[in-house]
C-alpha cells in the first residue's frame, strides 16, 4: 500500500484555523481592536461598511511593525506577545495565538499599512486568501491600519450564512463596546457606512460607560469597589429598579479583557437577592484585576471564558462587595419609593426562554468541562447557568405571575388593579368596533384564562392570550407590508430613552415600525420622541413594547430564519395580546372567537403554540 498522509498546505491550514477564530465580521473587529490595544495605541479607529461585510478597518497610532514583521505576521503561529509556553501564565497581553492575521488573511482581502516610529517609510502589503499579491514601501502615519474587505469571498458557505446587517452590525457594536469598556485609557472612534456610530475621549470608567450607554447611564450607577490580595475588584451595578427583563448591559472584565462567566453572574445576582424584581436582571460593570497566574484563559480561541484558580473565593468577595455597595449607597430602601410602575405591568414574554449572549463560544472545545462536571461544583452548575430554558408555556408563567401579584401585600396590590384597568382599556379599543360583527356564539370565559364555546362537533377552549396573539400578528404582518395602519395621535408627544445602540437598533425597523402605525417626531441625543402610536396598543404601553422589542431583536435567535418583520410583529403581538388574568366581556370573547378563526392559521401562536383545543361530543360521551 502506498502512503496517504500529507501535510495540508498552509492555506488550507489557515483556512480551517479560520474557521475558528473568524466566525462573523465582529470576530474580525475583536481581533483587530486587540492587535491595536497589544500594540499600545492611543487612538483606535474603527470602520466598517456594510455591517463588515464590505470592509472593517481598523486604524490605530500603535508601535507599528518592521517591513520584515509585517510580512511574518501573516504567518500562522507568528506572535510577538510569546515565546515559551510558560509565558503563557504571565500574560498582558489580549493576543498570544498568532492565529488572527493568518487566519482573516485566508478568507479575505487584507490591505496592510504600517510603519514604526523611526521608521522613515512605511510597509504596504495585500494579501488576498493567503496569497501574498504584492508588497510596497509606502507612506503612512506611525502606527497601523488593517483593511478587511469581502470578508470569506472564498467561502460562499460562511458567507451566505451571515445575518442580515443590523444583526451583524450589532454583533460588532457588542464587540466594540467591550474593548472600548476594558480601555477607557484609549480614545475610541467607530463609523459605519461614513457616518460616526461613537465617538470615545479619553476618559475614566465611570465617562466612558455613560458615554457608551447614554447620559441617563449615570444616575443609575452604583460604585462597587474592593482589593484583597486575591483580587482587586472595581465598577458599578445598576440600581435594583433599572434592572431590565432582558439581560443587555452585563459585564465582567478580567485583567481588561471582556469574559463571561455564569458563575460570576450567579454571585452578582446573589447579591441583589430580594431587591430585583421576578426575571429582573441587574445590569453591572465589573472589572477585575487578578494575578495573570491564578488565571488561564488558554481555553478557545475567542477567549471569552476563563478559568479561575479560586472560583468560590472570588464568589463570595464579588457578592459581598456588591452586596455592601448596595447598603451603603442606600439603594435598597429607593426601590420602594421610587419605583416605576410602567416597569411591573407584566407582559406575555416573561417566560421568554433567555438566550445565549451575542458572541458563540465552543463549549465543546472547553478542556476544563470534564473537571466542570466531575468537580465539587457541579451540583450548583445546574441552578445558576443562565442558559436553562424555561418549559412552561407563557401563559402558565404568566398566571403564575399575576396570581404573585394579586396575593402580594399593599403597594403590589395597586399595581395589580392598575395593570388590570391599563389591559382593558387596551382590549377595549380593539374589541368594541367589532362588536356588531360578531357571531351568535355562546362564549364563556373560564377562570380569566380560557374562552369556551361550541362548534357543531363538540367544545372548542380557546387559550386568550395566544389566541390574541395571532390575531395580532396577522394584522400586524398585513400593516406592515401594506402600510396599511392607522395610527392614534397622541395629545402630548411621548419622550423616551435609549442607548445609541437601542437607537441604532431601533433605526434598522423603523420602517417597519411606522408602517404599524408609530410616528416618530424628533430624535436627540439618546432620546426619541413618539407623536403616534398604533391603535392596537396604549400610550401606557408602548415604552415596555419597544424595550421588549429591543431585546427580542437582541436576542434574535440565529438561524432561526424568521424576517426581521416577522420578529417585530411577533414581539409586539406579544406585548399588546390580552393578559391572563384579565376579563373579557361577552362582546370581546366573540370578538375574539370571529376573528381568531378568521386568521390564516388560527391554531397556533406566532411561536408554534397551541391557541385552542377541542373535544369533540364523542371523546366527551368517552367520559361518561
Ligand atoms: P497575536 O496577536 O496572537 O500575536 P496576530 O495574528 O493577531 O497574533 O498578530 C500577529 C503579530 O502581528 C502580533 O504578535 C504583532 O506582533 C503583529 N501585529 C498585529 N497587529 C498589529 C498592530 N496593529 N500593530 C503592531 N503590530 C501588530
Ligand atoms: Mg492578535
Not at 31 to 45: G, M, V
Not at 157 to 177: P, T
Not at 284 to 305: A, G, M, R, W
Not at 475 to 496: D, G, H, Y
Request: charged share 25%.
Amino acid at each position: 500500500m502506498s502512503d496517504i498522509i500529507q501535510l495540508l498546505p498552509d492555506h488550507v491550514a489557515n483556512q480551517i484555523a479560520a474557521g475558528e477564530v473568524v466566525q462573523r465580521p465582529a470576530s474580525v473587529v475583536k481581533e483587530l481592536l486587540e492587535n491595536a490595544i497589544d500594540a499600545q495605541a492611543t487612538h483606535i479607529k474603527l470602520i466598517i461598511k456594510e455591517a463588515g461585510k464590505i470592509l472593517i478597518q481598523v486604524i490605530d497610532d500603535g508601535v507599528g511593525m518592521s517591513t520584515t514583521d509585517a510580512r511574518l505576521s501573516f504567518e500562522r503561529h507568528a506572535t510577538s506577545k510569546i515565546k515559551t509556553a510558560e509565558d503563557l501564565f504571565q500574560l498582558k497581553t489580549k493576543g498570544f495565538r498568532g492565529e488572527a492575521l493568518a487566519s482573516i488573511a485566508a478568507i479575505a482581502h487584507v490591505e496592510l499599512k504600517t510603519k514604526q516610529e523611526d521608521g522613515e517609510v512605511g510597509t504596504e502589503i495585500k494579501i488576498e486568501g493567503s496569497e501574498v499579491i504584492s508588497q510596497e514601501v509606502c507612506v503612512t502615519p506611525k502606527g497601523t491600519s488593517i483593511s478587511v474587505k469581502n470578508l470569506f469571498y472564498n467561502i460562499p458557505a460562511r458567507r451566505n450564512f451571515l445575518k442580515s446587517n443590523a444583526v451583524e452590525l450589532r454583533h460588532i457594536i457588542d464587540e466594540f463596546h467591550r474593548v472600548a469598556m476594558a480601555h477607557p485609557a484609549i480614545k475610541f472612534d467607530m463609523f459605519h457606512n461614513g457616518s460616526e456610530v461613537f465617538n470615545l475621549p479619553v476618559s475614566n470608567d465611570r465617562q466612558r460607560i455613560v458615554n457608551i450607554f447614554g447620559g441617563k447611564t449615570n444616575e443609575k450607577l452604583v460604585p462597587v469597589k474592593e482589593e484583597t490580595d486575591l483580587v482587586a475588584i472595581s465598577g458599578f451595578v445598576g440600581k435594583p429598579e433599572y434592572a431590565k427583563k432582558s439581560r443587555g448591559e452585563q459585564f465582567f472584565f478580567v485583567n481588561n479583557r471582556f469574559i463571561k462567566s455564569a458563575y460570576l453572574n450567579h454571585s452578582v445576582n446573589a447579591a441583589f437577592e430580594g431587591l430585583l424584581k421576578d426575571k429582573a436582571h441587574p445590569s453591572y460593570f465589573i472589572y477585575l484585576q487578578v494575578d495573570p497566574k491564578s488565571i488561564d484563559i488558554n481555553i478557545h480561541p475567542t477567549k471569552t471564558e476563563i478559568k479561575f484558580e479560586d472560583e468560590h473565593a472570588l464568589y463570595a468577595m464579588l457578592r459581598s462587595t456588591i452586596k455592601h455597595s448596595l447598603g451603603q449607597f442606600n439603594v435598597a430602601p429607593v426601590l420602594d419609593f421610587d419605583r416605576d410602575a410602567s416597569m411591573d405591568t407584566p407582559y406575555g414574554y416573561k417566560s421568554k426562554t433567555v438566550q445565549t449572549p451575542t458572541i458563540e463560544v465552543d463549549r465543546n472545545f472547553n478542556p476544563f468541562k470534564e473537571e466542570k462536571i466531575s468537580g465539587g461544583s457541579s451540583s450548583s452548575t445546574k441552578n445558576y447557568t443562565p442558559y436553562k430554558k424555561e418549559s412552561a408555556g407563557s401563559w402558565e408563567n404568566l398566571y403564575v405571575g399575576l396570581e404573585s401579584e394579586m396575593k402580594a401585600p399593599t403597594s403590589q396590590g395597586n399595581e395589580f388593579s392598575s395593570v388590570a384597568f391599563e389591559s382593558s382599556e387596551v382590549t377595549g379599543s380593539l374589541f368594541e368596533s367589532d362588536e356588531k360583527k360578531a357571531g351568535h356564539h355562546t362564549t364563556y370565559q373560564l377562570q380569566k384564562k380560557y374562552i369556551v364555546t361550541t362548534i357543531k362537533s363538540g367544545l372548542v377552549i380557546i387559550n386568550q392570550n395566544r389566541a390574541h396573539q395571532r390575531i395580532l400578528y396577522e394584522e400586524l404582518l398585513r400593516s406592515i407590508t401594506m402600510a396599511s395602519a392607522v395610527s392614534q395621535q397622541l395629545l402630548f408627544p411621548l419622550t423616551l430613552s435609549f442607548s445609541k445602540k437601542e437607537i441604532a437598533l431601533l433605526e434598522t425597523v423603523k420602517e417597519q415600525l411606522e408602517n404599524t402605525g408609530f410616528v416618530f417626531g424628533q430624535q436627540s441625543l439618546g432620546e426619541i420622541e413618539i407623536t403616534g402610536v398604533p391603535v392596537v396598543t396604549s400610550e401606557k404601553e408602548v415604552a415596555v413594547l419597544l424595550e421588549q422589542l429591543l431585546s427580542d431583536l437582541e436576542n434574535e435567535v440565529p438561524d432561526s430564519g424568521f424576517s426581521q418583520t416577522d420578529l417585530l410583529a411577533r414581539s409586539m403581538a406579544r406585548s399588546i395580546a390580552v393578559r391572563t388574568g384579565v376579563e373579557m366581556a361577552p362582546e370581546q370573547q366573540h370578538y375574539m372567537v370571529n376573528s381568531l378563526f378568521a386568521c390564516t392559521e388560527p391554531s397556533i401562536t406566532p411561536d408554534n403554540k397551541p391557541t385552542f383545543i377541542t373535544f369533540t361530543v364523542d371523546e366527551i360521551d368517552k367520559k361518561f
